[in-house]
């Protein structure tokens, strides 16, 4: 019986293979990271509601974007803070609340430094256990940012956090305010009552979930790929019964 691949194709099939089970079974492992959806309002005006805080965070049913907390890449100690907002780059973050592990909040000694191209405020980082309340929420965090807009807009931020030679990781601040509510809060400039509109006002939005980035639309081939494919696929066909034929010859 005859094979369809030849003896002199298999030591290539066998070093790709290789290269294949080489690459994910020695690959190193992914960092931490903890990205939040920003899907609940605390205080401020959405369309023609207004909020004015409370001991909940309303969802209405849009994202005001996300914050990311991940393990830094060239400093194990320190993590990096990302936040997103909806639009393109048309409103400020005024401040932002992160919450920290209760079980190793021993010190305030936080600091934070800015990514190039941002900038913090005369008070960059305020750290006081169970001691914010974000616009009004009666839920408390942990610690206070305070970025500086270098331009019309500052979203986009990039920051790094430290804590002296405490090794801090991104799973140390996965945890919710004292209502159990929300994993951060952040204050959005430059807002015009709907995510990724400008405007005069500003709003307090906070993050009750993880983000899930939306499914990828089907991919519907032209008509003409879809040709070729059943061209491809009768000449296999045909193939395959030559090969069978002749392996009862």
Same mark, same amino acid.
């Given at each position: 019986?005859?094979?369809?691949?030849?003896?002199?194709?298999?030591?290539?099939?066998?070093?790709?293979?290789?290269?294949?089970?080489?690459?994910?079974?020695?690959?190193?492992?992914?960092?931490?990271?903890?990205?939040?959806?920003?899907?609940?309002?605390?205080?401020?005006?959405?369309?023609?509601?207004?909020?004015?805080?409370?001991?909940?965070?309303?969802?209405?049913?849009?994202?005001?974007?996300?914050?990311?907390?991940?393990?830094?890449?060239?400093?194990?100690?320190?993590?990096?803070?990302?936040?997103?907002?909806?639009?393109?780059?048309?409103?400020?973050?005024?401040?932002?609340?992160?919450?920290?592990?209760?079980?190793?909040?021993?010190?305030?000694?936080?600091?934070?430094?800015?990514?190039?191209?941002? @900038?913090?405020?005369?008070?960059?980082?305020?750290?006081?256990?169970?001691?914010?309340?974000?616009?009004?929420?009666?839920?408390?965090?942990?610690?206070?940012?305070?970025?500086?807009?270098?331009?019309?807009?500052?979203?986009?931020?990039? @920051?790094?956090?430290?804590?002296?030679?405490?090794?801090?990781?991104?799973?140390?601040?996965?945890?919710?305010?004292?209502?159990?509510?929300?994993?951060?809060?952040?204050?959005?400039?430059?807002?015009?009552?709907?995510?990724?509109?400008?405007?005069?006002?500003?709003?307090?939005?906070?993050?009750?979930?993880?983000?899930?980035?939306?499914?990828?639309?089907?991919?519907?081939?032209?008509?003409?790929?879809?040709?070729?494919? @059943?061209?491809?696929?009768?000449?296999?066909?045909?193939?395959?019964?030559?090969?069978?034929?002749?392996?009862?010859?």
């Amino acid at each position: 019986m005859k094979h369809l691949f030849s003896t002199s194709a298999i030591p290539s099939f066998l070093a790709a293979t290789a290269v294949v089970i080489s690459s994910s079974a020695f690959a190193p492992a992914n960092a931490a990271s903890f990205k939040y959806n920003l899907d609940c309002v605390i205080s401020g005006t959405v369309g023609t509601q207004s909020y004015s805080g409370s001991s909940s965070c309303a969802k209405v049913n849009t994202s005001f974007g996300t914050l990311t907390i991940k393990d830094n890449a060239t400093d194990a100690k320190s993590v990096d803070v990302v936040i997103d907002l909806a639009g393109a780059s048309v409103h400020k973050i005024q401040t932002f609340d992160l919450n920290y592990n209760d079980t190793k909040f021993q010190n305030n000694a936080f600091k934070i430094v800015a990514a190039s191209g941002y @900038a913090m405020g005369s008070k960059p980082i305020t750290a006081a256990e169970n001691n914010q309340k974000p616009g009004g929420y009666q839920g408390k965090l942990d610690l206070e940012i305070n970025p500086s807009s270098t331009g019309p807009t500052n979203d986009g931020f990039t @920051a790094t956090i430290s804590l002296n030679n405490v090794d801090l990781n991104a799973s140390d601040f996965n945890f919710k305010d004292t209502l159990n509510k929300i994993f951060a809060a952040v204050h959005i400039g430059n807002y015009g009552n709907n995510p990724g509109v400008s405007g005069a006002n500003s709003i307090w939005v906070g993050s009750s979930s993880y983000y899930v980035a939306p499914p990828k639309p089907k991919y519907v081939p032209e008509p003409g790929a879809t040709a070729a494919l @059943a061209l491809f696929a009768l000449g296999a066909l045909g193939l395959i019964k030559k090969n069978k034929q002749s392996a009862y010859q």
